[in-house]
């Protein structure tokens, strides 16, 4: 694996954590299969617990009231879909 295969890695874990990319410079010594490995391992951490905080809101929040406080990608339709299949 080249070095820049594993700076990419560095930037993509970067991106995941949203951290700069130099606060993460002592990993750049790490194998990019590694760092890829460890970008997953952030990805499905992430994942479980937007899912566990998603079903939390789902508990707490009357379902008429759930809208308000969803992501606006997910509360909204999307309108250009519609669009495409009149065309």
């Known amino acids: 694996m080249s070095h820049a295969t594993g700076q990419m890695e560095l930037q993509s874990l970067a991106h995941a954590l949203r951290r700069p990319p130099?606060?993460?410079s002592e990993l750049a010594g790490l194998?990019?299969?590694?760092?890829?490995?460890?970008?997953?391992?952030?990805?499905?951490a992430c994942e479980v617990s937007e899912q566990v905080l998603q079903q939390e809101l789902d508990r707490?929040?009357?379902?008429?009231?759930r809208r308000l406080v969803?992501?606006?990608?997910?509360?909204?339709p999307d309108?250009?879909?519609?669009?495409?299949?009149?065309?």
């Not at 194998?31 to 499905?44: D, F, N, T, Y």
């Not at 707490?60 to 009231?65: D, E, K, L, Q, T």
């Not at 969803?70 to 909204?76: S, T």
């Not at 309108?79 to 065309?87: P, T, V």
């Open 60 to 65: 707490a929040v009357p379902w008429p009231f």
């Open 70 to 76: 969803q992501p606006r990608h997910e509360a909204l």
């Open 22 to 24: 130099l606060s993460l």
């Open 31 to 44: 194998p990019p299969e590694r760092l890829a490995w460890l970008e997953r391992q952030v990805l499905k």
């Open 79 to 87: 309108l250009g879909a519609g669009k495409e299949a009149q065309s």
